[in-house]
């Protein structure tokens, strides 16, 4: 099936500090998440991105997270500064039609 | 708001035997897709089964669910696990308008399929 891939797999940094997750989405798919999983709970709803805009975010979602897909590159979620409760497995989506098909995930730990 | 539930965080089926992975939830939403997606270890979740009808069943890879709206269910079943099996299983809902397909996530269950 569609492939969507994201890079780092895993990433340690310093609480404070600035991290970029990106994410290369299915080529014609038009519509983008990010879902994040802390260790042993579920898979949680971040935030949404179409047409170069942010459509939904949930509370999850801080003024430290930023979003972007800058000419048709990487989705990208930032995250400046740092917390450690952002700790976590953050996936990737992207869609076309009704079906998500998500990334393997980026192993964020903040020390 | 919506929640989905899936009650049991790890089925240990024997190799041939049949195996059920409960998931009911809870929305507001009028109009719901629901979905079964499945995780191999150090791999991305991928679709295992997609359905919005209700009291339609729905078939992929052997496993088959069927939304019950009345009971608010979308219940995971095989008739025959294999070792293949064997991977972590996530039932997630979206509402279909308004909402841009947002998933929700259950906590997932782990599926051990044992020779």
């Known amino acids: 099936g569609p492939k969507v891939l994201q890079i780092p797999s895993h990433q340690i940094i310093d609480m404070g500090q600035m991290v970029t997750l990106n994410c290369d989405p299915v080529?014609?798919?038009?519509?983008f998440y990010w879902y994040k999983q802390i260790l042993g709970q579920q898979m949680e709803f971040l935030v949404n991105?179409?047409?170069?805009?942010?459509?939904?975010k949930s509370k999850l979602f801080k003024d430290q997270f930023s979003v972007e897909r800058p000419d048709g590159s990487y989705f990208t979620l930032k995250i400046q500064p740092t917390a450690l409760e952002d700790s976590a497995v953050y996936f990737c989506?992207?869609?076309?039609?009704?079906?998500?098909?998500f990334g393997p995930g980026t192993r964020l730990l903040v020390l | 708001g919506d929640s989905v539930t899936q009650t049991e965080g790890l089925v240990t089926v024997t190799e041939g035997l049949p195996v059920k992975l409960n998931c009911t939830y809870q929305?507001?939403?009028?109009?719901?897709?629901f979905f079964w997606y499945v995780q191999y270890l150090n791999e991305a979740p991928q679709v295992l089964l997609r359905?919005?009808?209700?009291?339609k069943r729905t078939e992929h890879q052997g496993f088959h669910a069927t939304l019950h709206k009345s009971s608010s269910s979308f219940h995971l079943q095989k008739s025959s696990a294999q070792l293949s099996d064997s991977a972590l299983y996530y039932c997630?809902?979206?509402?279909?308008?308004?909402?841009?397909?947002?998933?929700?996530f259950g906590a997932g269950t782990r599926l051990a399929v044992c020779p």
């Open positions: 929305t507001t939403y009028l109009t719901i897709a």
């Open positions: 359905s919005s009808t209700d009291n």
């Open positions: 989506a992207s869609r076309l039609g009704d079906t998500q098909y």
């Open positions: 991105f179409y047409n170069g805009k942010v459509m939904e």
């Open positions: 080529s014609n798919h038009l519509y």
């Open positions: 997630a809902l979206s509402g279909e308008s308004g909402s841009f397909n947002k998933l929700t």
